[in-house]
């Protein structure tokens, strides 16, 4: 059975950082496609950035763009998320999915087998 665990969410103040992890007990690791995913209360779940099996292609979604950066250890079977530059809009629950192979389809939400529980994010102004 296949476990995604995330941790590093919390409170911090617009224009600061955090970086959530995500450990996985896909195996082997280097064969998924890791995505992270956010919903907001009251809004559907929306894509923010995923990340190929080698990490040699990324995706992100046009609102994180330049302020979030997502990579992947497949040593520790383990993908991040460094958020950087946090607004208030950016407080959701994050969640971290995965998937056995690539997809090109790798931003939508129905392409992914596997999800974790959630770490809340919340950034106050």
């Known amino acids: 059975q296949v476990q995604l665990v995330e941790s590093g969410g919390g409170l911090v103040q617009a224009g600061g950082s955090l970086r959530l992890s995500c450990a996985a007990s896909?195996?082997?690791?280097?064969?998924?496609?890791m995505g992270w995913f956010r919903q907001a209360p009251g809004k559907e779940r929306e894509f923010v950035a995923a990340?190929?099996?080698?990490?040699?292609?990324?995706y992100y979604a046009d609102s994180v763009k330049d302020r979030f950066t997502i990579s992947r250890d497949n040593a520790k079977n383990t993908v991040y998320l460094q958020m950087n530059s946090l607004k208030p809009e950016d407080t959701a629950v994050y969640y971290c999915a995965a998937r056995r192979g690539w997809t090109k389809k790798a931003t939508t939400f129905a392409e992914y087998d596997y999800w974790g529980q959630g770490t809340q994010v919340t950034v106050s102004s």
């Open positions: 896909i195996r082997p690791f280097s064969i998924a496609t």
């Open positions: 990340i190929s099996e080698s990490g040699g292609t990324t």
